[in-house]
């Protein structure tokens, strides 16, 4: 009982961290017609204030899963938590949408500390036959935060405009701050003393902001050369990583784990199909449905409600039976919501959308939790870092990917005009178009994640 006592207050700090980040995003998605209307941008520029947040995201993942195992993984989260602090409380003041973007990347790479430390802290501190349900209630606050964003978020963008949703974040910072100061210190002997991989870091940034800037624009020369000069420099950037002492990106980890490689591959999968869905929903019951934030922000938390509920039930039974199992279970509900919210219309009735939503909260939640414990658990103690960099890599990755899919076919048919009640059926075309895209996505990620098995 001691030692669970004495886990108890790092498992509470990583969490009230891990619930502030979704918080914040799907709080968010919900004012992103707010925005749009107060700087008076086009829908493309306006799906850079999330594709900002996550591309600097998923830049600073892995260099920092490295330097926290080199370093200490509680000081990159207390530093995680200053930036998120401040460029939350300076997005709230921006005077114009390029100043707003500039700090929603600066709070990216802020929550992307706090993601991949958080994550190698808890799995550290507890021992293999606890795990599965402490990361279980971590990726639950997830959820919980999730479910709180989209209501709080919608209600704060009522009463007082987007600008609440940031500020409104910041005192659950402080607190937060206050948590990892007196709970989280770093043990020197899980320290690995090695050089780090500085050519790597930059070869990778560049990769990343080539494909994801590049595909947002794929539709122009200039665009289209960008994307294939990121994809030529990722492909570089696996052979240099191949080839040095100590990568950030551990490539022959994916050779030789077939565990790992399978589950985060399954993961990235999962991710693209999945992430863009807050996104197109969010505009789609505001601006095709007619609602208010507040009452979008309702309906939309019927699926992490179900996340919440699901995820560390499905943590706990991952530390008993095949993770792949379960995973591959969640994955094959998330395709038939897919599937199924390809077919959303103007008149579609509410208690369709509330339905789909609770199915694709409990595939998620299904997926989740086994799918970070099998890849945790499929490595060693020292590689935590390593590992939980890469898991955290391959979501916000996915994340990105699904973002950069739903605004290439916003851009495809609205071009450079508002999302409005007069170009709701444009918009009803592209939602469609990306929801059987990621549909198709999930068939190889349920290949992947039922090969775990053999």
């Known amino acids: 009982m001691g030692r669970k006592k004495s886990l108890l207050p790092i498992l509470l700090t990583t969490m009230f961290a891990s619930f502030m980040n979704p918080f914040m995003l799907s709080g968010v998605n919900i004012s992103l017609p707010d925005i749009q209307q107060f700087f008076g941008c086009s829908a493309t520029l306006l799906s850079w204030t999330i594709n900002a947040f996550l591309l600097t995201n998923a830049i600073i993942l892995l260099p920092v899963s490295k330097l926290s195992d080199q370093s200490g993984r509680a000081k990159y989260f207390k530093i995680g938590l200053y930036l998120f602090t401040l460029s939350s409380l300076a997005a709230a003041l921006s005077p114009n949408i390029s100043t707003f973007i500039v700090f929603r990347a600066i709070q990216g790479a802020g929550s992307a500390m706090m993601q991949v430390t958080g994550m190698a802290i ?19 606050s997830v959820y919980t935060g999730l479910s709180v964003g989209p209501f709080v978020g919608g209600l704060l963008t009522q009463l007082g405009g987007w600008q609440f949703v940031f500020l409104a974040s910041v005192p659950l910072a402080i607190v937060a701050i ?26 990778y940034a560049a990769a990343i902001v080539g494909i994801v800037y590049g595909g947002g624009k794929i539709l122009s020369g200039y665009g289209s050369f960008l994307f294939a000069t990121g994809l030529l420099l990722f492909i570089f950037f696996l052979r240099y990583e191949k080839g040095i002492q100590s990568p950030i990106f551990n490539v022959t980890l994916f050779k030789t784990n077939k565990l790992f490689s399978y589950s985060n591959l399954a993961a990235l999968i999962h991710y693209t199909a999945t992430s863009g869905i807050g996104f197109l929903l969010s505009l789609y019951l505001q601006i095709s449905k007619g609602l208010t934030p507040r009452d979008a922000g309702l309906i939309l938390v019927a699926q992490p409600i179900m996340m919440a509920i699901s995820a560390p039930l499905a943590g706990r039974l991952s530390d008993k039976t095949r993770p792949g199992l379960l995973s591959s279970a969640g994955m094959i509900i998330t395709l038939a919501c897919l599937f199924l919210f390809s077919m959303l219309h103007k008149d579609t009735s509410l208690f369709y959308i509330i339905s789909l939503l609770v199915m694709l909260g409990l ?52 071009k450079d005009q508002q999302i409005s009640p007069e170009t709701t059926d444009l918009y009803l075309k592209s939602m469609k178009i990306s929801f059987i895209l990621f549909a198709i996505l999930c068939i190889p990620g349920i290949w992947f994640s039922l090969q775990r098995n053999k």
């Open 122 to 140: 808890v799995t550290s501190a507890y021992p293999p036959e606890r795990r599965g349900v402490a990361l279980g209630l971590n990726i639950g």
């Open 363 to 414: 595939g998620f939640g299904l997926f989740s939790s086994p799918n970070t414990n099998a890849i945790m658990g499929s490595v060693s103690k020292r590689e935590y870092g390593i590992a939980s960099g890469t898991s955290a890599t391959m979501r916000v990755f996915g994340q990105t990917l699904s973002m950069m899919t739903a605004t290439i076919f916003i851009s495809m048919l609205l």
């Open 178 to 203: 206050i948590l990892a100061h007196i709970n989280l210190r770093d043990n020197k002997d899980e320290l690995i003393q090695t050089t780090f991989d500085w050519k790597g870091s930059l070869i």
